[in-house]
């Protein structure tokens, strides 16, 4: 039952994927040698090739440019609120965002399972979106693998708690449990991330 609704969710995320493309129709496009250059801003958090440097930043080395563009895009208009990135976001004009977006999406992430671990463990409530390895199969999802358990931790916390809102994740979240949340943290972290940099 819970891999049906996990599975239709997935359709949803995709046909949201399709419909949100209308609404970056306006972007302009991104060239990532000049978000090479203004992705130092971003490099103490997230590294320069989107490895992250702090446990409570995400990795964003291979995640689609869509995806960023639409994280940064919702930051700077308030609808998601960080502490650090609020103030970053909000200097941020269209082109930066696209040329950042692009520098990062250049990057190669693939990922590997720990020794002993198979794609039958991974959990059924996440890997119809982010895959049992932690490499998102839709366009909305990002990439969870080698996430430390402090970001993911907190991250379905403000989901489940309302401080992040998103039609599908809050719904998700909304139904785990302390103990539910850290062993999806722990089996998500424990992969090991490979990010292949952008010649």
Same mark, same amino acid.
């Given at each position: 039952m819970l891999?049906?609704v996990?599975l239709?969710?997935g %359709? ?10 209308s ?5 302009p +496009? %991104?060239?990532?040698? =000049?978000?090479?250059?203004?992705a ?6 997230h590294?320069?090739?989107?490895l992250?440097k702090i &446990? #409570?930043? &995400?990795? #964003?080395?291979?995640e &689609?440019? @869509?995806? !960023?563009?639409?994280?940064l895009i919702a930051f700077?208009a ?9 103030v970053?976001?909000?200097? *941020?004009?269209?082109?930066? !965002?696209?040329d950042?977006a692009?520098w ?5 992430a693939?990922?590997t *399972?720990p020794?002993g671990?198979?794609d039958?463990?991974?959990p059924?409530t ?10 998102a199969?839709m366009e909305?999802? &990002?990439n969870?693998?080698?996430?430390t358990?402090m970001?993911l931790d907190t991250?379905l916390? +403000?989901?489940?708690?309302g401080?992040?809102?998103?039609e !599908?994740m809050s719904d998700i979240?909304a139904?785990? @449990?302390? =103990?539910? #949340?850290? =062993?999806?943290? =722990?089996?998500y972290?424990g992969?090991k991330?490979? !990010?292949?940099k952008?010649k």
């Amino acid at each position: 039952m819970l891999r049906s609704v996990i599975l239709a969710l997935g %359709g949803v995320f995709l046909a949201q994927g399709v419909l949100n493309q209308s609404a970056f129709a306006q972007m302009p +496009a %991104g060239d990532p040698a =000049e978000g090479r250059k203004k992705a130092t801003m971003c490099r103490t958090c997230h590294g320069i090739e989107g490895l992250a440097k702090i &446990p #409570i930043a &995400p990795n #964003i080395g291979g995640e &689609p440019a @869509s995806y !960023i563009s639409r994280q940064l895009i919702a930051f700077r208009a308030g609808a998601r609120t960080h502490e650090m990135m609020s103030v970053v976001a909000k200097s *941020l004009d269209d082109q930066t !965002i696209a040329d950042v977006a692009a520098w990062y999406a250049e990057q190669k992430a693939s990922a590997t *399972l720990p020794a002993g671990k198979t794609d039958a463990q991974a959990p059924e409530t996440c890997v119809a979106c982010h895959g049992t390895e932690g490499i998102a199969t839709m366009e909305d999802a &990002p990439n969870l693998a080698g996430e430390t358990v402090m970001y993911l931790d907190t991250q379905l916390k +403000a989901f489940r708690g309302g401080k992040r809102t998103h039609e !599908i994740m809050s719904d998700i979240a909304a139904d785990l @449990s302390d =103990e539910d #949340i850290r =062993e999806l943290a =722990e089996w998500y972290s424990g992969i090991k991330l490979n !990010i292949e940099k952008a010649k």
